[in-house]
């Protein structure tokens, strides 16, 4: 499968643009769409609570919670489409994965703000593998200390990122919002829960 692989300082980065072939990825868009329990949680940010600029849903294996920005998510059990994917994408990073947290950008002014995935019970240096499905999004690093280091992908539709070495130490990303017209788009996020 082709890959290409970023050569930035103290991050391991790979990127799989074919991962999934484009009529499974439709399928997938148009399932998932439909099929997960999607909800727009609030999160606190400088002590005020203000929603999500998206939706979100969250799957683990059983006794498995995830709390981020104060957020407790309760899990819903994988259904058999995401089951069939971690396992791909198990197979393809030879890592474990024990949860999937779904992200739903419904246009361009959906987004995720600047952060890294570094929470501690994601463990010491975490492999976060991210599908996307649908609308291309620009998804951008920066590095924490040089202002210089800044990299950016266009995740299309089907692709696979995969985030591991000490890059959450190093490095924040985002997916900012978007002027273009762009079709919704779907992310899923495989990690490892300790």
């Not at 259904?79 to 393809?92: G, R």
């Not at 779904?102 to 991210?130: C, F, Q, T």
Request: hydrophobic share 35%.
């Amino acid at each position: 499968m082709k890959s290409e692989s970023f050569s930035l300082p103290d991050a391991e980065l790979q990127y799989f643009p074919d991962f999934l072939n484009p009529e499974k990825a439709d399928f997938l868009l148009e399932k998932l769409l439909k099929e997960i329990p999607w909800k727009q949680q609030n999160i606190k940010l400088f002590g005020k609570e203000i929603p999500q600029p998206r939706l979100t849903a969250f799957f683990a294996e059983k006794g498995i919670s995830y709390t981020y920005s104060g957020l407790q998510l309760k899990p819903e059990s994988f259904s058999a489409e995401l089951l069939e994917l971690k396992q791909q994408t198990e197979n393809l990073s030879g890592f474990n994965f024990n949860t999937c947290l779904a992200n739903l950008y419904r246009n361009g002014n959906d987004s995720m703000g600047w952060h890294a995935d570094d929470e501690k019970v994601l463990g010491e240096n975490p492999v976060i593998a991210s599908i996307s499905l649908g609308g291309v999004r620009s998804f951008q690093f920066k590095h924490k200390t040089n202002k210089n280091l800044k990299e950016k992908i266009d995740l299309q539709h089907g692709s696979l990122l995969i985030m591991e070495g000490s890059m959450q130490h190093f490095w924040k990303h985002q997916l900012p919002k978007t002027k273009k017209e762009v079709a919704s788009r779907i992310n899923l996020t495989f990690r490892k829960v300790q």
